[in-house]
């Protein structure tokens, strides 16, 4: 076990460790009734935001926009909007921006975003060739918006200083702990997290992993690197062998076997579930152990597993304090 940094923030109790959740937009009404419900109730364990990835079609991005709205006017949290910039041009990445700021979206999470099929991998595709270049571009977009004003500083005649911004933007950005399918190697990667936070990152989110250590070690090589912005594990409790298997596809990052064996076996559907969350658990637990300044939980757009290791981490706020949130809140 490689020995890691502390990746926290202060000193502090568990209870105050930041949470954030992903949800993707719904396809039918039904589903989006059933997502309000869902972010009404992570919305009681307060978390630092919430993120919506984004289809690349317009009908789901009229949709992704729709759930950042219900987030923005009728709950407390920071709605974070997913932006992929891969096809798209100058003028069309720049539109989108500036429709989710004039929306009042502040949070972003910019990613390059998946190739069509057959693509070729090293062909330019659209203007924006990397998320670096599309973190760059929401901080010029803002900038124009709101450009900045020069005030006077009081008891000193002439002299003047730059306003403050009301709001700063949060643009977050992925990371691979066990690395991107298309790097040579973990340096590679670090490499890569440090262009973006020179473009202006200033948080990032991993792709899902499923030994602490594999976080851990790479947090570690980051700061070596020099990257400094804070780095969130994301982790999604899952409980069925299809859905794994389905992740490994994906990701391509295989899971303990261990744990698949597990819940292949398990015949029972209560069984998987629990045995599902109390991996995610442990995971979040050891990962929280060694330094993680949060916990960013992929919820499958279902609140019921998440809570449940929020819950065993034993950081779900006090009741009456979420009770009274939710008087002033409505």
């Known amino acids: 076990m490689a020995q890691h940094g502390n990746e926290t923030t202060g000193g502090g109790a568990r209870a105050a460790t930041p949470l954030s959740f992903e949800l993707f937009p719904p396809r039918t009404d039904a589903a989006a009734i059933a997502l309000g419900r869902t972010i009404d109730r992570l919305v009681d ?5 919430i993120s919506v990835t984004f289809g690349a079609g317009g009908s789901s991005r009229d949709r992704s926009l729709t759930v950042l709205r219900y987030i923005l006017e009728q709950t407390d949290v920071e709605p974070m909007a997913h932006l992929t910039c891969v096809g798209s041009s100058h003028a069309e990445a720049n539109d989108l921006v500036r ?3 004039d929306a009042g979206i502040r949070s972003f999470l910019a ?4 190739l069509p099929d057959g693509a070729d991998p090293d062909a330019p595709l659209g203007d924006l060739g990397t998320a670096a270049e599309l973190v760059q571009l929401i901080h010029r977009v803002q900038q124009e918006r709101e450009p900045f004003q020069e005030v006077e500083v009081p008891g000193n005649p002439g002299a ?13 950005v992925a990371t691979f702990p066990n690395g991107h399918p298309r790097s040579r190697d973990l340096d590679q990667d670090v490499d890569i997290l440090l262009a973006k936070e020179a473009a202006g990152a200033n948080l990032a989110i991993t792709q899902l992993f499923w030994v602490a250590d594999d976080y851990l070690t790479f947090v570690e090589r980051a700061r070596t690197g020099g990257v400094t912005i804070p780095i969130l594990p994301g982790i ?3 409980t069925s062998p299809a859905r794994l298997a389905r992740l490994t596809e994906l990701t391509g990052v295989q899971a303990p076997a261990e744990f698949a064996i597990a819940l292949e076996i398990e015949p029972d559907a209560t069984g998987r579930t629990d045995i599902g969350i109390a991996f995610a658990t442990d995971l979040a637990a050891e990962v929280l152990a060694g330094g993680a300044p949060g916990l960013h ?3 499958y757009n279902r609140h019921e597993a998440v809570l449940d290791v929020v819950d065993r981490l034993g950081l779900a706020p006090n009741p009456q304090t979420t009770n009274e949130r939710n008087v002033t809140r409505r």
């Open 45 to 49: 364990v307060d978390p630092a935001f």
């Open 99 to 101: 429709r989710f700021l």
């Open 111 to 114: 990613l390059r975003g998946d």
């Open 160 to 172: 003047s200083r730059i306003r403050e911004r009301a709001r700063d933007t949060r643009v977050a």
């Open 236 to 238: 999604m409790p899952t």
């Open 297 to 299: 939980l992929y919820t």
